[in-house]
């Protein structure tokens, strides 16, 4: 009885060990036996995408920082775009070579019995000397003061000649700033405009200047009317 007995917890542990052992084998087949290897190679690759980042990181920087000179420099070109186009506008005070014009009216005395309209400067007088002059030319040019630029307007007003909607007196004192031989000479050529205002008992001096000064425009640019079009826009 007890043999049986015995043999049976026998034939029982056996089958449980061999159980066991199937169970324990199942277990670690799931886990293959080169799975160290890949997780050496995955890490390797994770080292190299780390230093390929780097490198990315590194050639990022190094854009941000030519862009950030280039930003620079190409706020500097506009800043220097900007500066011509107002010295072209006449919003600038500018200085260099060129002439100094003085026109005036012959004396009150030496006109008696003459009108003195006759012998008196006109707008028209000053504006074909100022045209001369940018003929010539002349880059920059001022009449007491007044500095010409596109909305400019020289007119009469009466007795007196209006530019930029200011009231000018005799002597008119009308500089240009430019090549001080080639403008002196477009006024002085003979039958020129110098000659002709000279015949109507006008005084012209013309003097050539290593250095004047013209102011800039001060009056308000005001457009009511116009606009810029728009790239698209129907003409």
Partial sequence: MKK???????????VLGIMLALQFRSSTSSVPHDRPQELTQELKQLEQDYQILQAEAADLENSLKQLEQGSSQTYEVLQNELQKLRFAAGLEEVTGPGVEVVMDNMPEKERSGYDPSVFSITYEDILRLVNELRAAGAKAISINGQRLVATSEIRNAGKF???NLTRLTTPYTIK???????????????GGIVDTLKEWSISVTV???????VPAYTNPLDFYYAKPLKEGEDE
Avoid at 4 to 14: E, F, P, Q, V
Wanted: aromatic share 2%.
């Fill in 4 to 14: 049986t007995m015995y043999i049976s917890l026998l034939l029982a542990g056996c």
């Fill in 176 to 190: 240009a700033i430019g090549d001080p031989e080639k403008l002196a000479s477009s006024l002085n050529i003979k």
């Fill in 207 to 213: 003097t050539p200047k290593e250095e004047i000064t």
């Fill in 161 to 163: 000649i209006d530019v």
